[in-house]
């Protein structure tokens, strides 16, 4: 008997929920594309063509789409952060399973009375760690848990958020300002905080972290510069930074943030630079989001490890030390040994080079691919918690993230324990 397709309907139209619907449109023996709710009608249309549903309904926002009868199996919860914890709570009590856009909310408290919610309900969370579901990832967690380095004892682990991603999303963004959106640690870096306890698979249980901005002030600004690129800045020409390459060679960026971006004329880009949070000067925002964070942590297995997360690199990269054999990944090892991982081994320092080959479809090297090929295994599975990424399993990741966003601000170590008994 052929599976009976599981339904989606998605809560916020922007690239994600167009990600997820364009991937899922291509298994349409696994899933079927229902409704989508967003207050602006461009995004919602675009949803409707990636649905190739011609029963697909549209709605205004999510209050209107909850209005109705359980519309579909899996609902995709894809606003702004602040908005996670108020549109799966409301989901997940009309009976909607959730596929769940990270961060899971902007606060602790907030993440563990979701998941509380969600076990009471006896209903299904799966939260968008994309990387679990990359071919790297997964051999790598294949190679640890093989055994193949010994005992896991320590690990350096690095995310590039690379300059510009910085300037557009951390500066003039969505997220620039942390305590509108979320803590950067938590933002950007809960993929990380999330793969690292996943390979270590042991919880952690105290850290330190240290970090700020070091270069996006207004001290750091160019002479001259003024407060929005459009306004004439005499190193616009030479600048890293300047909002009118969204004309140019930055201009794939643009459509995550205008509408109207393959359409639009350069002079209405312009235009719209001029009043757009986008257009400012980089050094004259209103930003909070730290550029570079580093974290030291301590595990239940004695294990230890660091993370970095700086705007001045690009891409990630790893290095796993253990007993038998250390490992080294990511981006520097492919740049300069042309494999993705390398193997070394302690007794005959004999080094196997595994080069891994990368489903781009979708983006996040293959990971948003895997994610929605395994949704419907991933919901088929007897107990919740035993899903890839399961609620249940994500918190962790964000009790690390919101403990080091603690102990940096606060300059002190923080003990799990703690914050788990609060």
Known sequence: MKPQPLKLAAIGCGSRTFIYFELAAKQPELYAIVAAAD?????????RELSRNPDFREFVDDAALLAEPKLADVMIIATQDAFHFAHASAALRKGYDLLLEKPISTSLADVLALDRL???????????????????????????????????VSFE????????????SFVRGHWAVAEKATPMIIAKSCHDTDILSWLVDSPCISLNSF?????????????????????????????????????GDRRNWLGLIYDRAGTASDAEIVDWLKVSPW?????????????????????????????????????????????????LAGERVKRLAGCDIVIEDHTTHALER??????????????DA????????????PQAADMESSLQKSVESHLIGFAAEESRVTGRTVHLAEIRAR
């Open 118 to 152: 969600a076990t009471g309900l006896g209903r299904r969370v799966l939260v968008c760690h994309v990387l679990r579901y990359t071919p790297f990832y997964r051999r790598v967690k294949e190679i640890v848990a093989g055994g193949r380095l010994g005992e896991l």
């Open 354 to 367: 595994i080069t891994i080959d990368f489903d781009q479809d979708g983006g996040h090297g293959g990971g």
């Open 211 to 247: 970090g700020g901005i070091m270069h996006f002030r207004p001290e750091r600004a160019p002479p001259g510069a003024p407060a929005r690129c459009t306004d004439g800045c005499p190193v616009g020409d030479t600048c890293l930074y300047n909002a009118l390459r969204y004309l």
């Open 39 to 47: 207050h602006n009608a461009a995004r919602r249309t675009k949803a």
């Open 279 to 327: 257009g400012r000067c980089v050094y004259r925002c209103d930003n909070t989001a730290v550029d570079h964070q580093t974290v030291n942590m301590t595990f239940a297995s004695g294990a230890t490890g660091t993370f970095t997360m700086t705007a001045f690199s690009e891409g990630r990269d790893l290095a796993i030390f253990g007993t038998k054999a250390r490992l």
């Open 157 to 168: 682990a690095t995310e590039g958020v690379e300059a510009w991603h910085q300037g557009h």
């Open 370 to 381: 895997g994610l929605v090929r395994m949704l419907y295994s991933e919901m088929s599975k």
